[in-house]
């Protein structure tokens, strides 16, 4: 069997295998709410990332809490925009164009920025440079990396050969290997990279800082349940719980839609949006 389909096979058989929910003897006649993220990582590593924090707040939130994972970046854009997960960690793009259907509990610590990053010895120094050159790009659309990055590329009069990236870490590692010149990603995904990896990277161009991830709720959920899973985590925040540094979780603080993420309705990418879908 060829390789590919040999570590496709156990991505499926990985995620077949992964706890279905944060408690080991889940009751059948309670409800078990799902939380999901945009697929930046492989599957190892987002429960690798992700289950100690989710056992914890079942804990703490009395709630039975499940990690939904979605193929893709499409995959799990169409599923947010139907409002399927019951909490999800969304970029602030994808968080105002779905509005109606979430509202933001919490909002990560830093900004969110689209990196263009390329090999520490590549002769690449900007965006110029990438003309007749590949560019992985991560499919679905992501504000910084995609919607942005393409708008940038145009008005640097730019046009790479676009390669698709499932993930925002299959298309650094793709970089690292020398299978693409440059990839567009952003500030979060890099900093779930390995250090010793990282290192091995530059930044030839960054967009303009825009509001942080957050986690949101669906609109349809009881108060009183997206209440528990807030509530819980900022806890967490205050006892400065280390479950909170692989997530990125940092500094995290309640959000108000209009107050922290309004300024997207006024960004000129609205064209640019219609035209990456």
Known sequence: MPVTRL???ASI????LLPVTAQSRPDPGRPTYTIAMVPVLTPTDIHRRWQPLLEQLARDSGLALRFRYYENSESFEAAIANGEPDFALLGPWQLWQNRQQYRPLLHF???????????NDSPVQS???LRK????????????????MRQQLHEHKTEPRIVPTRTHANGLRSVLLGRVDAVSTNNYSLLLLAPDMAAQLRAIHETQPLPPPALAAARRLPPDIAASVLNALLDLQKERSPLLGPMLMHDIVEADLERDYGMLERLPVNEAAHEAR
């Open 7 to 9: 570590r496709l096979c």
């Open 109 to 119: 610590g830093r900004p969110l920025t689209g990196l263009v990053m390329v090999r």
């Open 13 to 16: 058989l990985l995620v077949a």
């Open 127 to 129: 965006l110029t440079d």
């Open 133 to 148: 050159r590949s560019l992985g790009m991560p499919d679905g659309n992501d504000l910084p990396s995609g919607v942005l």
